[in-house]
């Protein structure tokens, strides 16, 4: 099946770290960018968190800023997203997408208006004590 895939979601406690990987299933991700997104319970859609380009540029929001960083391994096929510091505010669903089009990635309406090639299923992710 041709897919992206989350993993690494858990309970941590607030001030720990998570490193969650969203691989590519069934297609390369050589010439994808990939961005990650997050939605709480009650809420809408954010994003995009962080993202990377096809040939390695990245960006992250002012809003985990400082705390998150992308990176890959592209002859895995996978992206990589690593929390530090989390909150109980960074429990969420986590997903990843993947776009041939990175600039989708860095419009306003990323998280809710645009199409992209493939999303994920999602990992949960909960900080709590």
């Known amino acids: 099946q041709v897919q992206v895939v989350e993993s690494g979601g858990g309970l941590v406690q607030p001030g720990g770290s998570l490193t969650l990987s969203c691989a590519a299933s069934g297609f390369r991700l050589d010439y994808y960018a990939v961005g990650w997104f997050r939605q709480a319970p009650g809420k809408e859609r954010e994003g995009v968190l962080c993202m990377e380009s096809e040939v390695g540029s990245t960006y992250c929001g002012d809003s985990v800023k400082g705390r998150f960083t992308i990176s890959s391994d592209r002859a895995k096929h996978t992206v990589y997203l690593q929390m530090n510091n989390l909150t109980p505010e960074d429990t969420a669903v986590y997903y990843c997408?993947?776009?041939?089009?990175?600039?989708?990635?860095?419009?306003?309406?990323?998280?809710?208006?645009?199409?992209?090639?493939?999303w994920g299923q999602g990992t949960q992710v909960t900080v709590s004590s």
């Open positions: 997408a993947a776009d041939r089009n990175y600039l989708k990635f860095l419009r306003p309406n990323a998280a809710a208006g645009e199409v992209y090639d493939y």
